[in-house]
Nanobody, 122 residues
Framework: QVHLVESGGGLVQSGGSLRLSCAAS????????MGWFRQAPGKEREFVAA????????YYADSVKGRFTISRDNAKNTVYLQMNSLKPEDTAVYYC???????????????WGQGTQVTVSS
């Protein structure tokens, strides 16, 4: 019962920053852990970051640690992914996801957004 819509993707130069947003709707939004995934052409979807329903616990893929920050504002029904020091290899479609558990995790997500394109130029 969660609908997710991503926004904020676009074209950015290497070393630059982007902030992705995920607007969520649903009665139980605050009880869902949230995550960000990405998929490059010809590659499988990969985990990027996750956050617990209360925002107190986060988890990141090794490839983005120290560069990306996931956060959420349950009052605004929104999850964010702040991406700094972007690299060309970060180019992908980024997806927001939700799962019916409060703890952050890398798998087992139940709902998915449509994705937003992030392109990082050299």
């Amino acid at each position: 019962q969660v609908h997710l819509v991503e926004s904020g993707g676009g074209l950015v130069q290497s070393g630059g920053s982007l902030r992705l947003s995920c607007a969520a709707s649903g009665r139980t939004f605050s009880n869902y852990a949230m995550g960000w995934f990405r998929q490059a052409p010809g590659k499988e979807r990969e985990f990027v970051a996750a956050i617990s329903w209360g925002g107190g616990s986060t988890y990141y893929a090794d490839s983005v640690k120290g560069r990306f920050t996931i956060s959420r504002d349950n009052a605004k029904n929104t999850v964010y992914l702040q991406m700094n020091s972007l690299k060309p290899e970060d180019t992908a479609v980024y997806y927001c996801a939700a799962r019916r558990t409060a703890v952050a995790g890398t798998r087992g997500y139940d709902y998915w957004g449509q994705g937003t394109q992030v392109t990082v130029s050299s």
